[in-house]
């Protein structure tokens, strides 16, 4: 437990991030701790570099709405700063605090408050002495050692209230440490990739590393380390674990098709405009945008609601099944306002209203299907061409092989 919050044994996987503000500046740490909250966050950490930080925190955790970790960097006297501050759970860089007697002294105080500590392995500030041990390379076995060094110093003194992440800034590298980790130990497991940069490509290498992990079923709780406002890690941590089923879905699954020739609106213009406009708002639902009316519906039949474009007009249907006809200007609006009936009060209802406009709705569609392909015929996308074009290209003969 990490405060009210389950980590491990099978609990939901949570999302972390961490405060960007100095610690000591309370009221500005706790506004960005109730950011990160209402984005998302289950755990949040702080910095504790210094006492100031530790009195910080002293102010911060019984006023936070959500648990705090203190990361505590080569000082092992900010992490008994800490404990008396309050906080429910302890980071440790094995390679920056290195005295045993200290590792000792603080998990033997951690024990007495009954809060756990991370052990927090960073491929970037591995420990000297396995460095040169590993032929002076970060390796998988290089991490794993490190952070069975310091459970083996934790349960000298009995602790084991123990997480541990073995993170680094290779994709590759973390994962193969995550999965030796996960071989030799049942404690559970904090995914990151460390300074994954900023977004796009930050979170897409966070997002690479984490997601092969989670879907091997190894990763207790994920922080997404981004050079960015924090929010944006709380966003993708809880994005992440939607889509890969792992919890409970908060906000819209927008899916919408790449487009193609037979598309009938600007469906990149269109799918960003309804990712803006539904936000935040707190709709569960998928909703499907789609740039044609001839394989729109059919391909989005398993979403909640959807809308197609045909012939300068949107055609909306709700689980597979045309409902009505707006104008191309009010898709958007109408897809807001029908997923917002769906979210209140359910698709069966939402086809019950429209039992008056469903007919003409599919009438419509299919008179708009039909114009798409009377005007584009069956092969918008010039498949026919292109195939002619490859059937043009000279074959091996007989006993000709590719490779040659
Ligand atoms: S066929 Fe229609 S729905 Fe499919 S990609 Fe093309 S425009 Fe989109």
Request: proline share 5%.
């Amino acid at each position: 437990m990490v405060g009210d919050v389950p980590v491990g044994g099978g609990a939901p996987v949570t999302v972390q991030s961490m405060t960007v503000t100095k610690t000591a500046d309370h009221e500005a740490t706790l506004s960005q701790i109730y950011a990160l909250a209402a984005a998302g966050a289950d755990i949040v950490r702080c910095t504790c570099n210094e006492s100031a930080a530790a009195e910080g925190l002293a102010r911060i955790v019984p006023r936070s709405p959500v648990p705090i970790v203190a990361d505590i960097h080569h000082q092992h006297l900010r992490a008994l700063e800490a404990l008396e501050a309050g906080v429910h759970c302890l980071r440790l860089n094995p390679g920056n605090i290195r005295n045993p007697k200290h590792i000792k002294l603080v998990a033997s105080e951690a024990l007495d408050r009954r809060v756990p500590i991370r052990i927090g392995v960073n491929g970037g500030s591995l420990h000297p002495e396995l460095y040169a041990k590993h032929g002076g390379k970060v390796t998988p076995e290089a991490m794993v050692e490190s952070a069975l060094q310091e459970i083996a110093y934790f349960e000298d003194v009995g602790f084991d209230l123990i997480k541990i992440s073995v993170k680094a800034s290779s994709v590759p590298l973390m994962i193969e440490a995550y999965r030796q980790l996960a071989e030799v130990t049942d404690y559970p497991l904090h995914l990151g990739v460390t300074e994954a940069g900023p977004p796009p490509i930050g979170t897409l290498k966070a997002t690479a590393g984490m997601a092969t992990l989670l879907a091997e079923g190894i990763g207790d709780t994920i922080r997404y380390s981004l050079t960015t406002d924090p929010v944006e890690e709380v966003k993708a941590g809880r994005q992440l674990l939607e889509v890969m089923g792992l919890r409970e879905r908060k906000n819209v699954d927008l899916i919408a098709c790449p487009s193609c020739g037979r598309a009938e609106v600007d469906v990149f213009a269109i799918a960003d405009e309804a990712m803006r406009a539904f936000g935040e708002r707190e709709i569960p639902l998928q909703v499907a945008v789609m740039g044609c009316v001839v394989n729109g519906p059919g391909e989005a039949r398993d979403a909640d609601l959807g809308i197609a474009a045909g012939n300068k007009r949107g055609h909306l249907f709700v689980k597979g099944q045309n409902v009505m006809v707006v104008a191309e200007d009010e898709m958007v609006d109408t897809l807001i306002e029908w997923a917002e009936y769906i979210h209140a009060n359910g698709a069966q209802a939402a086809l019950d209203r429209a039992s008056s406009t469903r007919a003409a709705a599919r009438r419509a569609a299919e008179q708009d299907r039909k114009r798409n392909l009377n005007e584009l015929g069956d092969d918008a996308n010039n498949a026919e061409a292109a195939i002619s074009n490859i059937r043009m290209v000279p074959k091996p003969t007989r006993g000709q092989s590719d490779a040659k």
